[in-house]
T-cell receptor, first 109, second 113 residues
Framework: ELKVEQNPLFLSMQEGKNYTIYCNYS?????LYWYRQDPGKSLESLFV?????AVKQEGRLMASLDTKARLSTLHITAAVHDLSATYFC?????????FGTGTSLTVIP | EAEVAQSPRYKITEKSQAVAFWCDPI?????LYWYRQILGQGPELLVQ????????DSQLPKDRFSAERLKGVDSTLKIQPAELGDSAMYLC???????????FGQGTRLTVV
């Protein structure tokens, strides 16, 4: 069974700072997705990474994929309070998604 | 913008009662997923449909859970009888094909008392 691990599980950071969330997975996959979830809400798609070396950026968030290392990163630049949420990576293996454990991000003013 | 529709948004039910959730995927999306998300954890797949056929239900507790997608469009997930441990968010997602991005509905928050 494919395992997807995220770290850190909890992240508290000050506004204006930079940080990176890591997503490691245990088997070969060329497709990885990042989702955001606000408390009590559903999952919102952030990024779709479909090949080795893929890099996507949207605002203060940038995601990358290294399929050889089985690693994806979500980099936060100059964090703002609105980014506070839980972030999940999901790996596409065969015909289903496996979700990571999630990273709960709190941005402190 | 097309969305995955789920109902109800919230459901409170007593232990041992039956409960059902409904999902209408984005039009044209052949693949439909039901996930369960316990508070503080990531979503776990319960069942995956490709059109009207079940592709994977290995994690579905079949003694009490059932799912159907009779015409390959909307889907129903049923729990009978509900147990306290079933309290969770039930999320439906759909995608055009198994290797494309999945879009999630707003979810049904189930509380079993």
């Amino acid at each position: 069974e494919l395992k997807v691990e995220q770290n850190p599980l909890f992240l508290s950071m000050q506004e204006g700072k930079n940080y990176t969330i890591y997503c490691n997975y245990s088997t070969t996959s060329d497709r990885l997705y990042w989702y955001r979830q606000d408390p009590g809400k559903s999952l919102e798609s952030l990024f779709v990474l479909l090949s080795n070396g893929a890099v996507k950026q949207e605002g203060r968030l940038m995601a990358s994929l290294d399929t050889k290392a089985r690693l994806s990163t979500l980099h936060i630049t100059a964090a703002v309070h609105d980014l506070s949420a839980t972030y999940f990576c999901a790996v596409d293996s065969g015909n289903q998604f496996y979700f990571g454990t999630g990273t709960s991000l709190t941005v402190i003013p | 913008e097309a969305e995955v529709a789920q109902s109800p948004r919230y459901k409170i039910t007593e232990k041992s009662q039956a409960v059902a959730f409904w999902c209408d995927p984005i039009s044209g999306h052949a693949t439909l997923y039901w996930y369960r998300q316990i508070l503080g954890q990531g979503p776990e797949l319960l069942v995956q449909f490709q059109d009207e056929s079940v592709v994977d239900d290995s994690q579905l507790p079949k003694d009490r859970f059932s799912a159907e997608r009779l015409k390959g469009v909307d889907s129903t997930l049923k729990i009978q009888p509900a147990e306290l441990g079933d309290s969770a968010m039930y999320l439906c997602a759909s995608c055009r094909a198994w290797d494309t991005e999945a879009f999630f509905g707003q979810g049904t928050r189930l509380t079993v008392v």
